[in-house]
């Protein structure tokens, strides 16, 4: 039997918002399996889907550049905050998304890239390590390209132009007005920072999510004719749906219409049909767990007291 540790229960309390005791239980049903405690719950109607996103943990800081019909997205990680609001740290995040736009966002490809001013983009990143005094790494780089259109940008929480936290690129297929697919972009990549979807549409999603979902709702409906069950299972998609695909999203900008129908009106706008056709949202850290430490300890520890 797993030991249930009060840093579990906060873990599951922060993913689901069940109370804490559930969640205790929940913990103790499974073993101490996260994943199968947030089924559990859901399955006894007391949590919502579980919060995706994680514990955001590395510093650092993520850049977008865009060009016409192309646009990339870059995260660069940092030890501490210090460094984010540093202008030189700033400076190489904003060219390295410059290079990445020139050339290729894949981080293997990129660190290999000539740096303006001389050396690699692997170079530059280590001449600021020892300039800075800090360890650095290109994380991540992505990038979208469309044949007509536009590509919407938007960084959210930025401290300096052209980099913050939370960065999104979104693809908008078109031959009309580049100004107001422009304009269209941009509110639709706010949407995508705010509302954090998993997919453009149902097709988008991982076939694994869409089954563990098929499978919560059917343990919760449990001992329901199978017909009704079907229709209670298609039911709950939709409804899943509306919660991570971004075509299904509520738009944030207009919560009378989906992203799919504020789309559809803007091409009076603009003009000529609109297909999004992809999206990228960089949140900083999002998936990686820091380490959690004691700082009165270390400090007692330096001074030989530990």
Known sequence: MATITAALVKDLREKTGAGMMDCKAALEANDGNVEAAIDWLRTKGLAKAAKKS????????????????????VEVNSETDFVARNEEFQALVRTVADVALEKKADVEALLGTHYPGGGTVQEAI?????????????????????????????IHNAIAPGVGKIGVIVALESTGSAAELAALGRQVAMHIAAASPLALDGSGLDPAVVAREKAVLAEKNA???????????????????????????TFVHDGAKSVAQAVKEAEGRVGAPIAVKGFFRYALGEGIEKQETDFAAEVAAAAGQG
């Open 54 to 73: 994680g514990r955001v943990a590395a510093e650092g800081l993520v850049s977008v550049a865009v060009k016409g019909n192309r646009g990339v997205v």
């Open 126 to 154: 280590s001449n600021a390590i020892a300039t800075i005094g800090e360890n650095m790494t290109l994380r991540r780089a992505a990038e979208l390209h469309i044949a007509h259109g536009v590509v919407g940008q938007y």
């Open 223 to 249: 001992g329901k004719p199978a017909h009704v069950l079907e229709k209670i299972i298609e039911s709950g998609l939709k409804s899943y749906y509306k919660e991570v695909c971004l075509l299904d999203q």
